[in-house]
């Protein structure tokens, strides 16, 4: 599945990596940017969401074709009440008053998680414009939201379990691929590039199968606080990174061996 807009890559300055299929974003530290500014922590989700924006104009224009951001995970749950409640307000806030620039730019947006849980104000709104942007072809927006990688995990054990157990496959035909057919993230490439902000270098529970060769970029800026400038930054890292998914780089060809 190829939804890139065709010449989308030639508009912009900064090109960017060839083949760079997907880019994946843990937006960390919003809380403590409120923090050092002596405001309370939902101000940093605020802002966040300010930086969020950016992220995807900027991501448009450099012709990238996926762009996961993980809003919300199996494990945000845990924070105190009001603090969840003002993330859920703030993303069904934004979806709403971007409906008309997600069309305008043709930007499809996607959802990685389980939104059954979600209030329903929630839901409709992330189903919605799920619905109103399916036929975009420009860059391709998964929100992680109610996301967890070990879930995702458990899923697809589930759905594999039932068809072994009904018969409808055989234990041998268990293989990577076949595996990750069953993973709610299967439609999207796999993450070539990780960005984590807030100078935190751990995955975190995102994308646990998918990442396995993903580079990883930690940038020390806070979450609103990131800008395309630290975005190109990490993209002329990732260019310069030889991936070799466990094999080894031959010097002179430059290529895989
Ligand atoms: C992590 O910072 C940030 C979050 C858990 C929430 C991020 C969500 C948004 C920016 C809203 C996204 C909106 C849409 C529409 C997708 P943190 O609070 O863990 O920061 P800390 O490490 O400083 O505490």
């Known amino acids: 599945m190829n939804f890139q807009k065709k010449n989308s890559r030639n508009l912009c300055k900064f090109n960017c990596p060839e083949n760079f299929q997907h880019l994946a974003v843990i937006m960390d530290g919003n809380g403590r940017w409120a923090k050092n500014k002596g405001w309370p922590r939902y101000f940093g989700h605020f802002r ?16 990238i074709p996926y762009l996961t951001v993980f809003a919300f995970s199996t494990e945000n749950w845990k924070r105190s009440s009001t603090e969840v409640s003002v993330i859920m307000k703030l993303m069904r806030r934004a979806l709403t008053r971007y409906k ?14 389980n939104l059954g849980e979600l209030s329903p104000s929630v839901k ?12 975009n072809q420009g860059l391709q927006l998964i929100v ?11 899923e697809a054990v589930k759905i594999l379990s039932e068809k072994l157990t009904t018969g409808k496959i055989k234990t041998e035909d268990i293989n990577e691929d076949s595996f990750s057919k ?8 796999p993450p070539d590039m990780i960005i984590r902000t807030g100078a935190v270098s751990r995955i975190s529970n995102f994308y646990l199968w998918s990442a396995a060769y993903s580079e990883i970029y930690v940038s020390s800026l806070l979450w ?3 800008n395309e400038e630290e975005l190109i930054k990490a993209l002329k890292f990732y260019s310069q990174t030889q991936r070799r998914f466990g094999g080894v780089f031959n010097k002179n060809t430059s290529e895989r061996e």
């Open 100 to 113: 008309e620039e997600l069309n305008r730019d043709q930007i499809r947006l996607h959802v990685l998680g």
């Open 182 to 189: 069953y993973l709610s993230s299967s439609a999207f490439p």
């Open 224 to 226: 609103p606080d990131f």
């Open 144 to 154: 992680a939201v109610n996301y967890g990688g070990k879930r995702e995990i458990i």
């Open 48 to 63: 966040g969401v300010k930086a969020l924006r950016q992220m995807v104009k900027s991501c448009s224009r450099l012709g």
């Open 124 to 135: 409709n709104i992330f189903n919605e414009m799920r619905e109103q942007t399916k036929n």
